[in-house]
């Protein structure tokens, strides 16, 4: 497979270096590049497999084929049957994906130059799109087939790692029906609701937990007593990916590292041997030392970036700390889960064969919470970080029950356990049982198909937009909430972006976004409501209620505006559609000045100083406006 692959890299350098010649051999070159880099996640998965020495029995690659089967067709189920709207964080790498063939549309170099780019200065690098580029590509580019494409290239490879790391532990632990433990993994990965709630709702970030897998089936059992080169070099490659997946992953590599190098010279000096135990530490330090020293300089560009970004924003969304978070993940998971993932843990923690497992998930699913939400709270997609620690405590659970010698006391609790996992599938997934969605024994979560009953309503609005601007145009949508925001409107028409290149990103947040002073002055049409929609999870601001207020009632601006459309969404909600009348002018400056006092106070740059700088740069366009023939005023501001 290693030759394989130096081969297809060859082939794909020869294309890629003839797709400056035309336009078709770049499309080829695009083709390759997209298979390339499938096949190069497969070779990873493959080789991790092969040196971590796991071997797959014909009745468990047969259990494996039947449950990639039930998870794909979940999540064809899901989507095909539901009517949703993408907006935020479902619907960024969605958008990333349309924007990129953008780019290798203009040429092959110009697309793989992108996906370097946004990997070291954005916080959502184009990495992980390289492998969903390939089948998406030959799809009508809806967001539901983007869904299914990563189903197939992300969460299928995932579901693959995690089999391969649950037969390690298995094995580990020395079960002698490691069978059992793997049809039950399957069955918890497919029925683990939290292991799909972003994935299925258009957030891919479960990318990670293919690399997040192998590193932890790479290092699970290695001693250090030999130096195994092909190991270190799949550990450096997956941690390199796993880094560049998503940002915050890094927070599971910083407790995974600290744990296993706690544990590894832990290990190390309990040998009694002198020169064996002196090896073991050199062949530690070493591969330390190796792992930084190549990753810190293979990525010196993005830990830099990352280094110089003022992350004080994001304290915006952490409302409630430690305690808040906590409570969140128990409604999240459900007493029964925390219940099987705690005692998992200690079951782990008292077996000295699980103990090393149970140490180094427990240790790193502390390490990452305690850092991640000192700054802000943990969304769905956020969790899956932490997922391996809940999985593989269930795991150690259901393995520990294996080696109960009563019977009259084993079955019972392993189907109580089977039991527990089906009927939370059934109640997130299947029906709308009252009793199970709103107990707390169950999670509080649901990945059922959904269908909005505001759709053709929604559809009236962006009619409106389409046929009332042209691509120069602006609009500014008054509304941030799951139901309501500016991308609730722009994702409409998706594949086509002409209306998220014209629909504003609503502000909300003010320490995050600030005054939106330029959309506002340069909107030809404003949309409020007549009730205050924000529920973003961080504090409530300033910036909806005081737009609100001023285009529904006050005299100052109200009067640049004319109402031209009212939609009634639902009984509750009614959205106005103002269209600006008359220019922006200093006075309409001082009016957002004095109403935005509050704000102000705490976040100049975002508000005061934002505006001022805005008043200060119509005027200077207007001295030239008014001037177009004065040299002297118009290079002033060149």
């Not at 003839?18 to 080789?47: E, P, T, V």
């Not at 560049?244 to 544990?263: F, N, P, Q, V």
Request: hydrophobic fraction near 45%; glycine fraction near 4%; charge should be positive.
């Amino acid at each position: 497979t290693t030759k394989l692959l130096i081969i297809f890299t060859g082939i794909l350098g020869i294309f890629g270096f003839l797709s400056f010649i035309s336009k078709g051999i770049s499309n080829i070159a695009f083709y390759l590049f997209s298979a390339w880099c499938l096949y190069f996640l497969f070779w990873l998965i493959y080789n991790s497999y092969r040196v971590s020495k796991i071997k797959i029995t014909k009745k468990e690659w047969g259990i494996i084929t039947i449950f990639g089967f039930l998870i794909l067709g979940m999540y064809c189920y899901v989507v095909l049957n539901r009517q949703q709207l993408y907006q935020w964080d479902n619907s960024n790498y969605y958008i990333a994906n349309l924007k990129l063939f953008n780019f290798f549309d203009q040429s092959f170099f110009a697309g793989i130059k992108n996906i370097i780019a946004t990997t070291i200065k954005d916080s959502y690098g184009r990495f992980l799109l390289c492998f969903t580029s390939f089948i998406f590509r030959l799809t009508n580019l809806k967001e539901d087939a983007f869904i299914i494409s990563y189903a197939i290239t992300l969460v299928i490879p995932t579901y693959l790692v995690f089999t391969f790391m649950i037969k390690k532990i298995a094995n580990n632990i020395c079960l002698k029906k490691s069978s059992n433990i793997l049809f039950f993994s399957s069955l918890l990965f497919l029925m683990f609701p939290l292991l799909h709630r972003s994935a299925i709702i258009g957030q891919p970030d479960i990318v990670g937990l293919i690399f997040v897998g192998l590193i932890i089936l790479l290092t699970i059992d290695y001693d250090f007593k030999k130096v195994e080169w092909d190991r270190y070099f799949l550990i450096i490659i997956s941690i390199i990916c796993l880094l560049i997946s998503r940002r915050w992953y890094m927070y599971w590599l910083l407790g995974y590292a600290i744990c296993y190098a706690l544990y590894s010279f832990f290990k190390a000096f309990k040998i009694k041997d002198k020169e064996e135990q002196k090896s073991n530490i050199r062949h530690i330090i070493m591969f330390g030392v190796l792992c930084y020293s190549i990753i810190s300089l293979l990525l010196f560009p993005m830990f830099l970036r990352i280094l110089n970004q003022d992350f004080s924003s994001y304290t915006s969304w952490n409302v409630s700390g430690y305690i808040g978070e906590l409570n969140a993940e128990l409604h999240r998971l459900g007493l029964w889960y925390v219940l099987m993932i705690l005692i998992g843990l200690l079951i782990g923690l008292i077996n000295y064969k699980s103990r090393k497992i149970a140490f180094l998930s427990l240790g790193t699913y502390l390490i990452a919470y305690l850092v991640f939400v000192r700054t802000q709270n943990m969304g769905y997609h956020h969790l899956l970080m932490v997922m391996p620690t809940f999985f593989t405590a269930v795991i150690l659970l259901r393995c520990s029950l294996e080696n109960i010698p009563q019977k009259y006391l084993k079955y019972p609790l392993i189907l109580g356990m089977y039991a527990i996992i089906i009927t939370t599938y059934i109640g997130i997934f299947t029906s709308n049982n009252k009793f199970i969605n709103n107990n707390l024994f169950y999670p509080n979560i649901n990945i059922r198909p959904t269908k909005r009953d505001d759709y053709q309503v929604i559809g009236e609005i962006v009619n409106f937009i389409e046929e009332n601007t042209t691509k120069d145009d602006r609009v500014y949508i008054n509304a941030a909430s799951q139901d309501y925001c500016g991308q609730t409107f722009s994702g409409y028409i998706h594949p086509d972006l002409y209306l998220t290149n014209i629909i504003a990103y609503e502000s909300s947040i003010d320490s995050a976004h600030g005054f939106p002073i330029k959309d506002m002055a340069t909107a030809k049409y404003i949309f409020t409501t007549n009730v205050r929609i924000e529920a973003t999870g961080a504090v409530k601001g300033h910036i909806i209620p005081a737009i609100n207020e001023a285009l529904n009632n006050d005299t100052v601006i109200r009067q640049k505006f004319t109402l031209v459309k009212e939609y009634k969404m639902n009984d509750k909600i009614t959205f106005y559609a103002y269209e600006r009348i008359k220019p922006f002018d200093e006075k309409e400056a001082n009016y957002w000045l004095d109403v935005l006092q509050e704000p102000s106070q705490s976040y100049p740059k975002l508000f005061s100083e934002r505006i001022e700088k805005y008043l200060s740069e119509w005027k200077e366009r207007s001295c030239c406006d008014e001037k177009k023939e004065s040299f002297v005023c118009c290079s002033t501001l060149l």
